[in-house]
């Protein structure tokens, strides 16, 4: 490893000058006045401990009360599993991309996704992006119209590390 030029070290000094340190409290943003009303804009990638509440609207929510039944008793059984442990962001999405189409040229009904518990971790690690963006990649998805549900999965298929995808027959 090399060591900085005078002009680089300076350069450093003034850059690590400006940098502060990570807080772990919550930050208190301030409101401001809005100029004008706008519609809020929703982030792309949700906070993993928002996935169990929010539903995207579009993505299929319903189901008759037999496929809500059978898929809570764990009773079904998927046609395809997708597993994305172990991948990156921009990998899992192009691998539900893949499944997503395979299943439906195929007529699959169910297809089990595998993404993993979120379990919280100290700065720097960060778990759980996967699951915490599965809901907008689907709502996202060019296959969004053939989805007919997305529903967790029982724990004999994995539980809250897993959802089933329901997607529309043909």
């Known amino acids: 490893m090399r060591s900085l030029s005078p002009d680089e070290a300076e350069l450093w ?49 319903t189901l008759d009360s037999t496929w809500d039944r059978r898929l809570r008793s764990g009773s079904v059984e998927p046609d395809r599993v997708l597993d994305l442990h172990g991948m990156s962001l921009d990998k899992a999405w192009w691998a539900i991309d893949r499944a997503l189409e395979q299943a439906i040229a195929l007529g699959d009904r169910i297809l089990l996704l595998i993404t993993g518990h979120h379990r919280p971790g100290d700065p720097p690690v960060e778990r ?3 699951r915490a963006a599965v809901y907008d990649w689907l709502h996202a998805s060019r296959h969004a119209s053939r989805i007919a549900a997305v529903r967790g999965a029982h724990r004999r298929h994995g539980g809250g590390g897993s959802l089933y995808i329901v997607l529309r027959r043909r």
């Not at 850059?15 to 809020?40: D, F, G, H, N």
């Open 13 to 61: 000094a003034r850059v690590t000058a400006t940098i502060r340190p990570l807080s772990r409290e919550p930050i208190q943003a301030e409101v401001p006045e809005p100029a004008k009303k706008t519609a809020p804009i929703a982030p792309l990638i949700r906070p993993a401990a928002e996935v169990r509440k929010v539903r995207p609207t579009n993505v299929g929510t």
């Open 128 to 130: 759980g992006r996967i």
